[in-house]
């Protein structure tokens, strides 16, 4: 069973920064295509930004793309997600999963609330 372990959120003001990180334990990890997705209150969750291929690919969705980052550490099967300039909107419960195909299962996720 994939086990993925989210960290790194918390309160930032608008135009901070954040940086995730997501722990995955899958033996495969450097193989597959990984994801950040997002929930905000009330909304569906949404794909932020994905990283896949190689040699690596990246893709934003437009309203993250030239703010979000997304990286990965192969050697220590973790993913990262680094957000500058956080907007209100950027406010939610940030999850990582396998992209495109998810994992059954999801994390915790963390929490990123963003203040004026």
């Known amino acids: 069973q994939v086990q993925l372990v989210e960290s790194g959120g918390g309160l930032a003001q608008t135009g901070g920064s954040l940086r995730l990180s997501c722990e995955v334990s899958t033996p495969n990890f450097s193989s597959i295509g990984m994801g950040w997705f997002r929930q905000a209150p009330g909304k569906a969750r949404e794909l932020v930004a994905a990283i896949f291929g190689e040699p690596s690919q990246t893709y934003y969705i437009p309203s993250v793309k030239g703010r979000f980052t997304i990286s990965r550490d192969n050697a220590k099967s973790t993913l990262n997600l680094q957000m500058n300039g956080l907007k209100l909107e950027d406010t939610a419960v940030y999850y990582c999963?396998?992209?495109?195909?998810?994992?059954?299962?999801w994390g915790q996720g963390t929490q990123v609330t963003v203040s004026s």
């Open positions: 999963n396998k992209y495109p195909v998810r994992f059954d299962t």
